[in-house]
């Protein structure tokens, strides 16, 4: 991507020292993933099979992209990169502490939150590199959520393990996105971005993707809160099923 460049941002300094510790936090988040797909190669179940272990590397190169696209954003901003947060060590914690299943589900919620945080802080970014790098990785984040949930919806196939999903996910979600909002909130405030529409937008996004894991629904809604990701989403070809056709 094109260097960043410090003279285009119309922003203050508090502004700006507030957009760089929060994308700090999740460049943190995005460089850290590699160990999933190391357990992934180990792992014997259903819906996983040569494809999805490849496809999933594949999503942890992008996310590695990620981490350094940020990184360029953060440097742009006069930030520094940091090295530990209390909401990144509470995913790494729950992920160490589940079952493979739980682990790719808070992954799921990940993606479920960087896509509104993307979204939300780019509205409030002047136009320039810096929001562009945005909108490119919210695509990105939006492909990863419905490859994500392609692999949920082999494992939800009858009703208790449809009622067992939404149970989990609703609490995992949940938890996600207040602890988000939580860890971002004087950003937030700075940029004048509403908790708690932040949150409503978190949970319309978690409840478009619960309906499409467990209803078999298309990322499509006749509804305009849920209609512009479902149009997103809808167009994407997975690397996990592209493989699969292709014979790759």
Same mark, same amino acid.
């Given at each position: 991507?094109?260097?960043?460049?410090? %003279?285009t941002l119309e922003? $203050?300094?508090?502004?700006?020292?507030?957009?760089?510790? &929060?994308?700090?936090?999740?460049?943190?988040g #995005?460089s850290?993933e590699?160990?999933?797909?190391? #357990?992934?190669?180990?792992?014997?179940?259903?819906?996983? +099979? +040569?494809?999805?272990?490849?496809?999933? *590397?594949?999503? /942890?190169? %992008?996310? =590695?992209?990620?981490a350094?696209?940020?990184?360029?954003?953060?440097?742009? @901003?006069?930030?520094?990169?940091?090295?530990?947060?209390?909401?990144?060590?509470?995913?790494?914690?729950?992920?160490?502490?589940?079952?493979?299943?739980? !682990?790719?589900?808070?992954? @799921?919620?990940?993606? /479920?939150?960087?896509?509104c945080?993307?979204?939300?802080?780019?509205?409030?970014?002047?136009?320039?590199f810096?929001k562009?790098a @945005?909108?490119e990785?919210?695509?990105? #984040?939006?492909?990863?959520?419905?490859f994500?949930?392609?692999?949920?919806?082999?494992?939800?196939?009858?009703?208790?393990?449809?009622?067992?999903?939404?149970? =989990?996910?609703?609490?995992?979600?949940?938890?996600a996105?207040?602890?988000?909002i939580l860890?971002?909130? !004087?950003?937030?405030?700075?940029?004048?971005?509403? $908790?708690? !529409?932040?949150?409503? *937008?978190f949970? #319309?996004?978690? !409840?478009a993707?619960? +309906?499409?894991?467990?209803? +078999? @629904? %298309?990322?499509?809604?006749?509804?305009?809160?849920?209609?512009?990701?479902y149009?997103?989403? $809808?167009?994407?070809q997975?690397?996990y099923? &592209?493989?699969?056709? $292709?014979?790759i």
């Amino acid at each position: 991507m094109p260097k960043i460049d410090f %003279e285009t941002l119309e922003l $203050n300094s508090n502004e700006m020292r507030s957009i760089a510790y &929060s994308l700090a936090i999740f460049q943190l988040g #995005e460089s850290g993933e590699g160990r999933i797909a190391k #357990e992934i190669d180990k792992t014997i179940l259903f819906g996983i +099979d +040569d494809f999805y272990k490849e496809a999933l *590397k594949l999503f /942890v190169k %992008e996310e =590695s992209r990620h981490a350094r696209i940020l990184g360029e954003c953060i440097r742009a @901003l006069k930030g520094e990169l940091i090295k530990s947060n209390w909401t990144e060590k509470l995913f790494h914690f729950g992920r160490r502490l589940l079952g493979i299943r739980l !682990k790719l589900m808070v992954l @799921l919620a990940a993606e /479920v939150v960087g896509i509104c945080f993307y979204k939300k802080l780019s509205e409030k970014i002047p136009n320039g590199f810096i929001k562009s790098a @945005l909108l490119e990785i919210v695509k990105d #984040e939006e492909k990863h959520l419905r490859f994500h949930g392609d692999f949920f919806r082999t494992q939800v196939r009858n009703f208790f393990s449809k009622f067992v999903f939404r149970l =989990s996910w609703r609490f995992v979600a949940f938890a996600a996105c207040v602890a988000v909002i939580l860890d971002h909130r !004087k950003t937030f405030c700075i940029l004048g971005i509403s $908790n708690w !529409k932040a949150f409503l *937008k978190f949970q #319309e996004i978690a !409840k478009a993707t619960e +309906d499409f894991i467990t209803e +078999d @629904l %298309e990322f499509y809604s006749n509804t305009s809160k849920y209609r512009n990701l479902y149009e997103n989403l $809808n167009d994407i070809q997975t690397t996990y099923y &592209s493989t699969h056709e $292709n014979g790759i």
